[in-house]
């Protein structure tokens, strides 16, 4: 079993900055080699945000590039990512979810959203 839980989402102006947190807990909390966040904004498809992994490498959506962080405890225990300089197009629900096993590196949006392990999410809005 596992628990991913979100915390942190607000609403903010434009240009304005965020931190998001997930706490994972459970006994599956060791089998994860990955954990990170994806987004979906209503009507749109869910996309990958950024992961980090247990050997600490990032990975990044283009859009967020150099804009949003992410970091983590050295158990993976705890995931934050902080986002700077929001756009209102960065308004969605924000989740995090776990990758238990192997990464294949390239892929790692694709195997976040396929995840069964995730949280309820958390509503960032960010207004012009």
């Known amino acids: 079993q596992a628990q991913l839980v979100e915390s942190g989402g607000e609403s903010v102006q434009a240009g304005g900055s965020l931190k998001l947190s997930c706490t994972v807990s459970g006994d599956m909390l060791r089998l994860f080699s990955t954990v990170g966040w994806f987004r979906q904004a209503p009507g749109k498809e869910r996309e990958g945000v950024a992961a980090i992994d247990r050997f600490r490498n990032t990975y990044y959506a283009d859009f967020v590039k150099g804009r949003f962080t992410v970091s983590a405890s050295n158990d993976l225990g705890i995931v934050d990512l902080q986002m700077n300089a929001l756009k209102p197009e960065d308004t969605a629900t924000y989740y995090c979810?776990?990758?238990?096993?192997?990464?294949?590196?390239?892929?790692?949006?694709?195997?976040?959203?396929?995840?069964?392990?995730r949280g309820q999410g958390t509503q960032v809005t960010v207004s012009s």
């Open positions: 979810a776990a990758i238990r096993g192997g990464l294949v590196t390239s892929e790692w949006a694709q195997e976040l959203l396929s995840s069964q392990h």
